[in-house]
Nanobody, 117 residues
Framework: QVRLVASGGGLVHPGGSLKVSCTAY????????MTWYRQAPGEDRELVAS????????DYAEQVKGRFTISRDNGKNMVYLQMSSLQRDDTALYFC??????????WGQGTQVTVSS
């Protein structure tokens, strides 16, 4: 069964760090670009970071540049988002997407990240 499972979310204080993970089942992510999105209550979904199939190219939303790092381990079929200097505005449901030219797009369920003192 094809699915993406995000994990690692939680409650963190402002200025803290957290690493969330996305594990793929049923297909090899090595053939897919991977992207993290987030959606806060009442807000539109926004792209956070993306990474190419082999990890050689990354892209970040302006508001997370320098604070977040996306990475991947194709051998483990996982993609990660290391978040540091977290701010209250980073509070959201974080979820991942697998996509590629000519390939189906897969969305995962989210993991909640809450930044609060």
């Amino acid at each position: 069964q094809v699915r993406l499972v995000a994990s690692g979310g939680g409650l963190v204080h402002p200025g803290g760090s957290l690493k969330v993970s996305c594990t793929a089942y049923g297909f090899p992510i090595s053939r897919y670009s991977m992207t993290w999105y987030r959606q806060a209550p009442g807000e539109d979904r926004e792209l956070v970071a993306s990474i190419s199939t082999a990890g050689g190219s990354t892209d970040y939303a302006e508001q997370v540049k320098g604070r977040f790092t996306i990475s991947r381990d194709n051998g483990k079929n996982m993609v990660y988002l290391q978040m540091s200097s977290l701010q209250r505005d980073d509070t959201a449901l974080y979820f991942c997407k697998a996509h590629g030219a000519g390939r189906p797009t897969y969305w995962g369920q989210g993991t909640q990240v809450t930044v609060s003192s």
